[in-house]
């Protein structure tokens, strides 16, 4: 118990710290002087505030929510295919929804955020609903190398025909810089448009949780007390679609951190989704902001974008937690 | 007879996609002009269109897809996993950050000669890496070698998508087309580079067949019938690897021959062994042969990349077949 | 006939021992039956007789050659071994599985010769598969099943049967039904080697008894030698009343208890 209850106040001192670093830090260090103006006495003409309060703020605040969202829907597919190596990226959902974005891209060269979040979610609907068909027709006893390998396909599936997309309409490289991931074109008004959708998203997630508990016992034990599990997991899907498509809609398709981030947390907050899955909330958002840092700081003034960040260090993580067999 | 009425159809199809080959393009051949060609009597540049640009084509658009369906075949008996391609394994990514990293900062002119070589060897190290963290003392456990291959596919992929933002405009051009799997590899001397690998490895693999066939009775019963489970396992693998690599490093990165074909091989014939494997390499030989055929007519001007038809094609297929098996 | 004995035999999993010093000879030509608690290694032990695994310490004696240094398909020809888990394969037909029992005669490209057909053929008639022989795997009861794989074994015309727990999961007419199958092998002059966990079939159906606990091999001996009340408080922590069978000196547990935590 206070091991829990230790780590969610560690962790979210963590994040308040790491929040206000992120306004101070970057290919500029701004004084602590400006970032206290810009975020309660702001004047319009002061550069160094407009730096933190145009740029900055919306990336920060844009960082913690994706952190949340990538977190917690890799934490509920997690729980609803009990299958620890899930994770929005490898699943192909983000590839899906990336794709969803390319054709936008290639209709209408620099679409508004509206549009962009359609596109994203049409695309990761379009992989949610074939992996939940696919793992529902064996009623999820499909086994979670199945469902990777499943994922991977459509990954690769989606990659290509967003190459061939970025191949004929000739989009620049810019576009693949979005895909890769990263807060550098955040803005007021995308946040605005997609905030409310993530948290919601959020919302729901927490209130679902308990019962993603109860389907971790297995079907049959859910059911026998009083539980519709196939409900629970459309429910879930849709929660998923509703945090992946607009995160994938806002920074890129960032991998990786659906899958780390739960793996950590289970470890100090146990298995019960209650706590799983905000903990992944706020660890999702600490360790995204902290990405989002780094990202600003590795090769100033240029930008390695986060998801590369995230990928770097998601990638030697997961390989070892193989390697030692835990996976 | 299904069989038979299989091995009938490939082989027409292989001659009917061989003509078309030779006669479809941006300058369109008939089969008169084709049969003055072979006679010696057509234009000068009749001559060249055919032997050296289409001819070329034709074979190792064949040959590639022979190598990538026997090493799916391979990959999908060892790791007694049907879902399995070799792309898993990071051969296709490994070679794509080659290829990037070589053109981006070390050389310009796709038509050097190195670059085959140069993608084998990126392909050779993803692969050892895969192999280092899949292994489980000595022996090849499947699920960890699959869960491997994709983190080390995601990293590679990701470090890939970063590379392609900070290389020249034309080095994005030809690495993203060669990330969707167009066959740039068209002269003489790939198919040269390509035909020893295929000539010489499938006899092997087809004379130690039938421990191919016991191995998919599981690993204990082979072991009980007298096979060596290590050192077969490992013979296997690196035909695999090795057909994979060096396809692929001419063909471009291809995804899915290797996954399919040996799953209509298997349906057409059982599971009789070599009889499988000759026949899903000459359904692979058919498959890229015409999607590279599909992809040289299907636009109006330009072409498409044989690797993404055959994702069209191959990834709906696949997804199909899981969603039918009721396990 | 075939010597299959150990010597000083330890295996392990990963840094962990499993089955410690065991010295011991198969007798030949009998069943032998190898009992004991849940995670006494009895698979494990098999698993090292049969060449699955190494071992740690310690040699497996096939007619006197250390199976290390043998050829695979050398060990294929006199030991032929049954594992728990066989459930790979979907579309073959019986026929087709018992043929693979001639693998490790068969060479390079060469199909099935006439010596192979005749005891693919014997294979299914002693396991009474003839009339199954072009139904798939799937199609078969459990019974049936085990049968299949036991044809396999057969087929492999070995002087030595491994079978690791074989019966546990069919129901009582099929779990006789392989036990005598198996007693029909042994009369043709097999050795038998299994584990089992009912303690009436290990006594009737077997002519000498292995017990392990905790990866030791705790007693050998005749049913009549190892079936009494202190052995198998021993071995199992149960406290065992025994009767014997009408007409036969195999003892027969007729009742036991737990003991009571002191």
Known sequence: MTKRNYFFSVVFILLITAMFLSLRYGAVTS????????????DPANQGEQLIRYLRLPRMIGAVLVGAAFAISGALIQGITSNPIADSGLLGINSGAGLGLAIVFAISGNPSPTVGIVGSFLGASVSIVLIYLVSSKVSFGLSPIRIVLLGAALSSFFAAISQSISLLFDLNQDMTFWFVGGTANLSWAQLQTIYPLILLGILGACLISPQITLLSLGDDTAISLGKKPNRIRRLSMLIVLLLAGSSVALVGAISFIGLMVPHIVRFFVGHDYRYVIPASGIFGALFFVVADVVSRLVAPPLETPTGVIITLIGVPFLLLQIRKGSL | MRKRIGWLSLFLLLITGGILSLTVGTIPLNLNDLLHVFQGTATTSQQLIVFDFRFPRLLVSIVAGMGLAISGYLFQTITHNDLADPGILGINAGAGLTVLIYLGFFATGESSWYLPLIACGGSFIATGLVYYFGRQSERITPNRLLLAGVAVNA???????????????????????????????TTWQHVFLLLPWVIVLLPLILLRGRSLEVLELGDEVAVGLGVKLKRTQLFFLVCAVCLAAV??????SISFIGLIAPHIARQLTGRKNNQTLVMSALIGGVLLLFSDILARIILPSGEMAAGIIVSLIGAPYFILQLLKKSN | MTKLNTTDLSIGYDKKIVVNDITVEIPKGQITSLIGPNGSGKSTFLKALAQILEPAKGEVFIDGENVQRLETKAVAKKIASLSQTSSLISGLTVEEIVAYGRFPYQKGFSGLKEEDHRLIGWALEATNLESLKKRTLITLSGGQQQRVWIAMALAQDTDILILDEPITFLDPAHQLEILELLQEINRHGKTILMTIHDLNHASRFSDYLLGMKNGELVFQG???????????????DIQATFATLPNSDKPLVIAYDLVKEH
Not at chain 1, 31 to 42: G, Y
Not at chain 2, 162 to 181: C, E, M, N, P
């Open chain 1, 31 to 42: 004084k602590w002087t400006d970032v206290s103006q810009a975020l309660f006495h702001f």
């Open chain 2, 155 to 185: 990293g590679i992929s990701a470090l890939t998508l970063i590379g392609t933002i900070r290389v020249s405009k034309d080095s994005y051009q030809f690495v993203t087309a060669w990330l969707a799997g167009t066959i740039w590899g």
């Open chain 2, 247 to 252: 396809s692929v490093s001419i063909a471009g």
């Open chain 3, 222 to 236: 005749t049913p009549k030698e190892i079936f009494t009340a202190d052995k198998l408080l021993n071995l199992f």
